[in-house]
């Protein structure tokens, strides 16, 4: 199927009156099931919806560190991903928030984060009053690009923040280099990529800290909810101080190094750790099924030459959060935009790729809190940050030539995707 220039004016295409290719509805995330459904009963039957205690409380019933299905549930997540330490937290963004505090990450720092991605990786330094820096993507993963990286780095760097975006995989090796030679943490975001290795080991476990999220739309889900986790003995529990108020156990526990101790409510329920317990059971098999849809639609959507189908190193796993594709606009001679009013008019759900972060408001004029900080602050004073069109070209351009899907996952069918290879056939063909 070869096309150089496509044709939007057809009529027999749904977006100027045809009849679409697909009527029927998706279905969304739901991979919730008795399993879930018993082990959260029995949680609510316990008496306890949490188990937490905002002070020194080492031991139960009630403690610092929760209840026994927050315990059941880290210990899982420890012995999942081969890692010392499994931190729960009430949503992935509350996880990066706490990353930074327990890096010690503020005032007259930098941190270095990836254009495209979700607005709290960007916000989550400034809460500890640091400058967050952006690094253009790779064009194929749309993950943080090391050369970048490289590119920005000053004294003022003390982190960078590797988002393992759509279920893809950063260059982990080069990234550890780069970082290992300057002393700079490693924050990873696997919001995206539960499950996903490089080559052969886990996300997440690459760095220093790494995140996942169990948010709704998540691989495995329990309506909100996320886990840190790391080798660190001592940022483990900065990361469950700042968890759960912190600054009201340093005293009775003897813990001296309290800066950025300011706890938070980060705490996760019984019932929503229940329910983790079994979606992490289930991870293998919903990341099988994804990756049979994901090779049933390159397979078939390969020869549409307008068409970018990255396919990873065979020594990595992506496990394809959402199904990317990059479209050439130049080839077809039609806009992303169009594209997917076609596409969807049709009875698909795409969407155009992620806008870089420093295009929003906060950014470009500056402000954060109030009187301007955190740039504003003394500290920052020297901080050079540009947040001006251009700084990320391979970023902006993602914006309109990128087209995502997030129903290439259960409870949808192979017939589903069936639907979405006819659907670029008729459009594209």
């Avoid at 739309?217 to 790391?230: D, L, P, R």
């Avoid at 005293?251 to 001296?256: F, I, Q, R, T, V």
Wanted: aromatic content about 10%.
């Amino acid at each position: 199927m070869r096309n150089s220039t496509v044709d939007l004016l057809r009529p027999e295409l749904a977006v100027n009156g045809g009849t679409p290719v697909r009527n029927k509805p998706w279905i969304d995330n739901y991979t919730l099931g008795k399993e879930e459904i018993s082990s959260a009963t029995k949680a609510i039957a316990s008496g306890y919806l949490s188990k937490f205690e905002g002070s020194f409380t080492p031991d139960p019933p009630f403690s610092f560190l929760g209840g026994p299905y927050v315990d059941k549930m880290e210990r899982a997540w420890e012995k999942y991903y081969g890692i010392a330490h499994a931190v729960s937290v009430n949503s992935a963004t509350s996880g990066l928030y706490a990353a930074w505090g327990a890096l010690d990450i503020g005032f007259g720092d930098e941190v270095i984060v990836p254009a495209i991605t979700m607005t709290a990786c960007a916000v989550g330094p400034m809460i500890y009053g640091a400058i967050p820096v952006f690094a253009d993507v790779d064009p194929n993963t749309g993950c943080i690009d090391p050369d970048s990286i490289e590119a920005l780095i000053n004294d003022r760097v003390k982190a960078v923040l590797v988002v393992h975006l759509y279920g893809f995989v950063a260059d982990m090796d080069r990234i550890r280099d780069i970082c290992k030679k300057r002393g700079i943490a490693i924050v990873e975001d696997c919001a995206q990529s539960h499950g996903a290795k490089y080559k052969g080991e886990y996300v997440g476990t690459l760095g220093d800290i790494g995140i996942f999220s169990l948010n709704v739309n998540k691989t495995i889900q329990v309506g909100e909810a996320g886990v840190c986790v790391t080798n660190n003995a001592d940022l483990a529990y900065r990361l469950q101080l700042i968890r759960n108020h912190g600054e009201a156990v340093v005293g009775p526990a003897g813990y001296s190094n309290i800066s950025n101790i300011l706890g938070f409510n980060y705490r996760l329920s019984e019932v929503h750790a229940a329910m983790a317990i079994d979606q992490l059971d289930k991870l293998d098999a919903l990341t099988e099924t994804r990756l049979e849809m994901v090779s049933y639609l390159n397979t078939n959507l390969s020869s549409i030459e307008c068409l970018d189908i990255f396919t990873p190193s065979l020594e990595d796993t992506c496990v394809y959060y959402q199904y990317k594709l990059n479209f050439d606009e130049g080839m077809a001679n039609i806009s992303g935009p169009d594209l997917i009013r076609a596409l969807n008019a049709e009875g698909l759900q795409f969407f155009g790729g992620y806008t870089p972060l420093y295009f929003q408001p906060t950014y470009q004029q500056r402000k954060m809190f109030k009187h301007g900080y955190p740039w504003s602050a003394p500290e920052n004073a020297g901080s050079n940050v540009s947040y001006e069109k251009g700084i990320c070209p391979i970023a902006e351009s993602l914006t309109s030539r990128t087209i995502t899907s997030e129903h290439v996952r259960p409870p949808n069918t192979m017939q589903d995707m069936a639907d979405i290879v006819d659907v670029f056939a008729k459009v594209l063909g």
